[in-house]
């Protein structure tokens, strides 16, 4: 069981230009995102939340379900679904302003214990930064990382939504040490600081980070680099792509049994370039049509 901690929300995703477009609603959020994707390719998953009564929270229960994605583990709260206002650029580019104030996902506390089985635990994204949810999923984070188990952080980096980036910088320090596999974009990379090899220093045991339309990178703690080219392909937005490299690595990794640091240490250079080339390819699909709408098993292939 791959459990995934973190906000679930609904994107307002315009059809066409303009400030006054219609908005399509959309299910969201990066570790729902993550969530889907991993129950599509097949992995045992639960997501760990917490989600309004509301329609918009039915719709993304719904969409939970449909993906066999476990839902035991979510708190319900009788406040509204956040929203994340996207507005496309050029190259499919996706910014987001959010509707946060007393929204369901915030109050979030954590649970005195996961679902039996569980191998990996991923964070990510709004969930780390709004308090008081914040501080709880850090705890949890933490807690579970003690126990052993094997623990992902995509920290999916929201400016807007960060009053203070040097404490939030300082606080990203202080999650390394539980984290046992990072994944950044480009972008998060330069937000934060640093460099793979400082953050590899501080505890996870590999550091992935994603170019975009030009492939990936992983780096580990042994000096090796590995990276594979993007997959060539129209892109209608970029929405979601970055959580579904997310879940493809959790995915490949599970299926070669190496949630561990030590698994992960033993991973040779094939593996580690077909695991990336699978989210690559993974994400790709993702790229190709609107909204978050990660792919199926058969649609991405063997990995």
Request: one cysteine or more; glycine letters at 10%; aromatic letters at 6%.
């Amino acid at each position: 069981m791959i459990v995934v901690a973190g906000e679930a929300l609904i994107d307002l995703v315009p059809r066409g230009t303009g400030a006054l477009v219609d908005l399509r609603p959309a299910r969201g959020g990066g570790p729902y995102n993550t969530a889907i994707a991993l129950g599509r390719l097949g992995s045992p998953t639960a997501f760990c939340s917490r989600v309004s009564y509301d329609v918009y929270g039915e719709a993304l229960l719904d969409a939970l379900r449909e993906a066999d994605v476990e839902v035991a583990s979510v708190q319900r709260g009788p406040e509204p679904t956040t929203l994340a206002l996207a507005s496309i650029g050029e190259g499919g580019s996706a910014r987001y302003s959010f509707y946060v104030e007393g929204s369901a996902d915030r109050l979030f506390e954590a649970p005195d214990r996961l679902p039996d089985g569980t191998r990996a635990v991923s964070f990510g994204t709004c969930s780390l930064v709004l308090e008081p949810g914040a501080s709880a999923y850090e705890e949890l984070m933490h807690r579970t990382a003690a126990q052993g188990v094997f623990t992902a952080l995509d920290p999916n980096i929201r400016p807007g939504l960060i009053p203070d980036a040097d404490a939030y910088r300082a606080r990203f320090k202080s999650w390394l040490p539980s984290v046992s596999l990072l994944k950044l974009s480009e972008e998060d990379a330069e937000w934060l600081g640093g460099t793979p090899s400082q953050w590899l220093s501080s505890g996870p045991s590999a550091v992935v980070i994603t170019h975009g339309g030009d492939g990936l990178t992983a780096y580990t703690r042994d000096g090796a680099e590995h990276s594979v080219p993007g997959e060539k392909i129209d892109v209608v937005d970029t929405i979601g792509a970055g959580d579904t490299v997310n879940a493809a690595l959790l995915h490949g990794l599970s299926t070669r049994n190496a949630l561990s640091p030590t698994a992960l240490a033993a991973l040779t250079p094939a593996d580690w370039t077909r695991l990336l080339r699978f989210a690559a390819r993974a994400a790709a699909i993702t790229c190709s049509r609107a909204g978050a709408e990660p792919p199926y098993a058969s649609e991405v292939g063997e990995i």
